[in-house]
C-alpha cells in the first residue's frame, strides 16, 4: 500500500490493523523524509509489531514512483528480522537466530556503505544456490552518507536488515543493456576499484574502448555523461551480464564502481537506449511467473540509476512492469533502489547495478 502522508501516528494505526501476529511490516519511506527519519524509532514500539524501514530515492506505487510518502508492506515471516552491522564482524551464519533455514529472505542493506560485500557474504554463506533472495540498497537520493534503516527501534548506517520471509517466492530479473562488442580483463582490482585494465591504467582502457565504438573522442571531463551511457558487464554465461556502474575515477588512473569487481574477471562495455530498458523491465514479470498461486504481494525494485538515465520515460518502465506480470496479480509496490539484491534460488547470489528485480509472494 501506498500511504501519501506517513505520518508515524498514522503508520501506527494502520499496521494494528493490518499487520497480523506472524508477520512484520515493512516501511520503504520516500527521500523527502530524510531530515525526518528518527520521528519513525518508536514505530515498532507503537505497534507492538517488528517494523522494518529503511529511506529510498523513491518509492514505487503501481506505474509511479514518488519521492513523498511511504509504501507499506506486511509480509510473512518464519522469524525475526536479523540487523547485521557490517563495522564489524558479522555473526556466522550458524549461529543467526532470525531466519529458519528454509527461508527465503527480503533484504534492506546500506546501498552506499563501503562494507556491502559483508552482508553479501553472509548471504551467501547462508543462501547457497538454493535460497531465493531478493532486495534494494537503501539511501539518500544525493548519494551522501548517513543512516538509511531502521530495526529494533534504531537507526542504522552501515548496515544490513534480513527479514526470513514464509512461503514460496518468484524472482524474476533483468536490466536491458547489452554488449558494444568491446571485452576487457579487469587484471588489477580492490574490491569497488579496477585499478588495471588489461594490464593498463582503467580509466585510460575505457575511455579509448568508448571511443572506438562511438567513433569520436572522449573529453576528459566527461566521464560522468559517459559513464551514464557505457556501464560495465560482468561477464556471465548463458544470462545478462552483471552491470557495474562507473561512478568516479579513482588514484593512479583507477575507476571506482559501484559494487565490487572480481579480479580477472571479462567485463564489457556496454550500452542501452530507452526502449529496450523499458522492454526489459516489461519482461521482468514473466522471468520468474513458477508460483502455483496468486501471490500476495509483488515487489520491485528498480534501481535509481534507471531513472536518472529514463527521466521522463521512467514511468514508462513503471507501467511496462506493472502490465509484465500475470493477470491476476497484486498492484507492484515498492522502491528505487541504490543496487539490488538478488538469487533465484538457481545461482550465486548477485550485488547488481542498473537492474530491475520483481518478487511475488
Known amino acids: 500500500m501506498y500511504v501519501p502522508d506517513p505520518s508515524p501516528a498514522a503508520l501506527a494505526s494502520y499496521l494494528r490493523k493490518t499487520t497480523a501476529p506472524n508477520e512484520v511490516a515493512v516501511v520503504f519511506l520516500g527521500d523527502a523524509h530524510k531530515d525526518a527519519l ?4 518508536r514505530l515498532g514500539a507503537e505497534t507492538e509489531c517488528p517494523v522494518v524501514a529503511g529511506l529510498f530515492p523513491g518509492v ?12 507499506v508492506l506486511s509480509v510473512p515471516v518464519q522469524g525475526r528480522p536479523q540487523v547485521l552491522d557490517l563495522t564489524g564482524p558479522v555473526p556466522n551464519p550458524t549461529e543467526a537466530s532470525a531466519a529458519a ?34 532486495g534494494g540498497g537503501a539511501g539518500r537520493r544525493s548519494m551522501t552518507r548517513g543512516p538509511c534503516l531502521i530495526a529494533n527501534e534504531t537507526r542504522w548506517q552501515d548496515a544490513a536488515v534480513v527479514i526470513p520471509l514464509s512461503g514460496q517466492v518468484d ?17 588489477r582490482t580492490d574490491g569497488a576499484v579496477i585499478e588495471h585494465l588489461n594490464w593498463e591504467p582503467a580509466a585510460e582502457v575505457y575511455a579509448r574502448a568508448v571511443e572506438a565504438h562511438q567513433g569520436a573522442p ?24 552483471i552491470v557495474r556502474d562507473p561512478v568516479a575515477h579513482a588514484d593512479d588512473g583507477g575507476i571506482r564502481c559501484a559494487g565490487p569487481v572480481p579480479e580477472n574477471s571479462v567485463l564489457h562495455v556496454l550500452e542501452g537506449s530507452a526502449d529496450a530498458l523499458i522492454d526489459a523491465a516489461g519482461q521482468v514479470g514473466a522471468a520468474g511467473a513458477l508460483l502455483e498461486s496468486t501471490p500476495d504481494t509483488v515487489f520491485v525494485a528498480d534501481c535509481v540509476s534507471r531513472q536518472f538515465y529514463l527521466d521522463d520515460r521512467m514511468d514508462e518502465e513503471l507501467e511496462a512492469i506493472a502490465a509484465g506480470g500475470r493477470r491476476n496479480d497484486p498492484t507492484p509496490y515498492g522502491v528505487l533502489s541504490i543496487g539490488e539484491i538478488a538469487c533465484d534460488g538457481t545461482g550465486h547470489l548477485e550485488w547488481l547495478n542498473r537492474t530491475t528485480v520483481r518478487a511475488s509472494f
Do not use: N, Q, Y
Open 38 to 41: 528518527s520521528e519513525w524509532e
Open 60 to 71: 514505487v506505487d503501481d506505474a509511479r514512483w514518488h519521492r513523498e510518502g511511504a509504501v
Open 101 to 134: 533455514s528454509e527461508s527465503s529472505f527480503l533484504v534492506l542493506v546500506d546501498g552506499l556503505s563501503e562494507h556491502v560485500g559483508k552482508a553479501l557474504s553472509w548471504l551467501r554463506d547462508r543462501c547457497g544456490t538454493e535460497r531465493i533472495c531478493v
Open 171 to 187: 524472482l524474476g530479473v533483468r536490466h536491458g543493456w547489452t554488449r558494444t562488442g568491446t571485452s576487457l580483463v579487469a587484471t
Open 218 to 241: 572522449v573529453a576528459p571531463d566527461a566521464f560522468p555523461e559517459v559513464a551514464a551511457r557505457h556501464p560495465f558487464g560482468i561477464l556471465r554465461e548463458g544470462r545478462e551480464d
